[in-house]
């Protein structure tokens, strides 16, 4: 386990210095053409409809998530944290289950099993590695609208914020698509008791993966205003 999120880390990491260059450093010279390059299946399938319309849903997800967050009192943030572990533990995990529902004044669960059916239908039929995916969303990045050095504060701010965002973003849906091939690698000749309770064991591998999320966007958003949009790893406007 711990190899598996120190694997998913640094390929993060690697993604996320991308973004931060590609969104922080001025493109006065380079014109990207798309047209000129070759467009692989991971490319198309990052920039198809189908695909876009998953991010914002996962986008909706985020945005619900850290808003509920944002309303905690002191007392609320506390039980948010002892929940959170509360949730990784496999005694505690169903009341913490419905507490974590009643503190987010929503059923969190609920909708992250539905954007989990709509991973696995959107990514049904493919078959790219976590290192192709990283590529084609860094090859997107590339040819959208970079950052100048001349941007005001307030943008700069808000395409600093956007920037970390899009990691999360692409963070959660890496986290329920691993979750769904968990699900789907389970053999049908399993025994129900025991499918149970691998299902039960992947849910919880699902929220080690997504609960750092959140705090990783939080503290990046913090990061964003404090610097007045300077970006945070490299110091570049």
């Known amino acids: 386990m711990k190899k598996m999120n120190l694997g998913f ?27 000129a390059e070759d467009m692989t299946a991971a490319d198309l399938f990052i920039a198809s409809e189908a695909h876009q319309n998953l991010e914002k849903e996962i986008r909706k997800n985020m945005r619900r998530m850290l808003n509920a967050i944002s309303k905690f009192s002191k007392e609320e943030m506390e039980q948010y944290q002892k929940l959170k572990k509360e949730l990784l533990n496999m005694e505690t995990r169903s009341e913490a289950k419905i507490q974590w529902n009643k503190l987010l004044g929503y059923d969190y669960y609920a909708s992250l099993y539905r954007l989990s059916n709509l991973v696995r239908e959107v990514y049904e039929g493919t078959d790219f590695t976590r290192l192709e995916l990283m590529r084609a969303r860094q090859k997107r990045k590339m040819h959208q609208v970079v950052i100048t050095r001349t941007t005001e504060d307030d943008e700069a701010i808000q395409n600093c914020i956007k920037a970390y965002s899009e990691m999360a973003e692409a963070r959660i849906e890496d986290c329920v698509n691993q979750y769904d091939r968990n699900i789907a690698g389970i053999p ?50």
């Not at 880390?9 to 053409?33: E, K």
């Open 9 to 35: 880390i640094m390929v993060g990491l690697v993604f996320l210095i991308s973004i931060s260059v590609l969104s922080c450093q001025a493109n006065d010279t380079d014109d990207y053409s798309q047209q």
């Open 188 to 237: 049908v000749d399993t025994p129900p008791e025991k499918v149970s309770e691998l299902e039960k064991r992947y849910a919880v591998i699902l929220d080690e993966c997504t609960e750092p999320i959140y705090e990783y966007l939080e503290n990046g958003i913090e990061n964003c205003k404090q610097s007045k949009g300077k970006c945070p790893i490299w110091g570049y406007h």
